[in-house]
């Protein structure tokens, strides 16, 4: 893909300061790429290519160390997970309907990018992940590690009584003091 055909929507430095990693798209073939680039000499690492029906993403997520990212995204009801490093190296790459049982319902609302899934790294490098399904307005959360390549922390479901099919989970954000993580939604 053409760099030139891409729009950059999000971009994050590491907290390493040695690396900055973008969220690119184009919607009109239905591709993205998540691209790093170094601050040390500004040439690109390397990328991700996503590619499918309806592509949306809006959050890197990284570690505390800044050394392993995470990015949650969708292609129209097919939700998944992708986590990184800053190395290239793929560490996981987590279908959502599949690994907790979800149908491909829960589409985009188009003209937003928020692929209905939120992740936020935790205690031990573990990753809380939450997904917002539209159609059965309900959120289901677990913690995932990708070191043992397994949920470590059950899913739970939580009917979201008062939403709508056009509010949705928007970022998750981890408590180190008291060890919660808590979701914001539109």
């Known amino acids: 893909m053409d760099t030139n055909d891409l729009n950059v929507i999000h971009v994050i430095i590491t907290y390493d300061s040695k690396h900055a990693v973008c969220l690119c798209i184009n919607e009109?073939?239905?591709r993205g790429q998540i691209q790093q680039y170094s601050l040390l000499d500004y040439s690109r690492e390397h990328q991700i290519e996503l590619q499918g029906d309806h592509i949306v993403m809006n959050e890197i997520e990284q570690s505390d160390k800044g050394?392993?990212?995470?990015?949650?995204?969708?292609?129209?009801g097919h939700l998944m997970t992708v986590v990184f490093d800053c190395q290239g190296n793929t560490l996981s790459s987590l279908d959502l309907n599949e690994l907790i049982g979800l149908d491909k319902q829960s589409k985009p609302i188009m003209g937003f990018f928020q692929p209905m899934v939120t992740a936020c790294f935790v205690k031990d490098d573990d990753i809380y992940i939450s997904v917002f399904h539209r159609k059965l307005i309900k959120q289901y959360n677990?913690?995932?590690?990708y070191k043992e390549q397994q949920i470590v922390k059950e899913v739970s479901t939580t009917d979201v009584n008062a939403s709508t099919m056009l509010n949705f989970s928007i970022k998750s954000f981890y408590n180190t003091d008291l060890q919660e993580v808590y979701t914001f939604y539109r």
Do not use: A, E, M, T
């Open 142 to 145: 677990f913690i995932y590690s």
């Open 67 to 76: 050394d392993v990212l995470c990015v949650p995204y969708q292609d129209n």
């Open 28 to 30: 009109r073939i239905n």
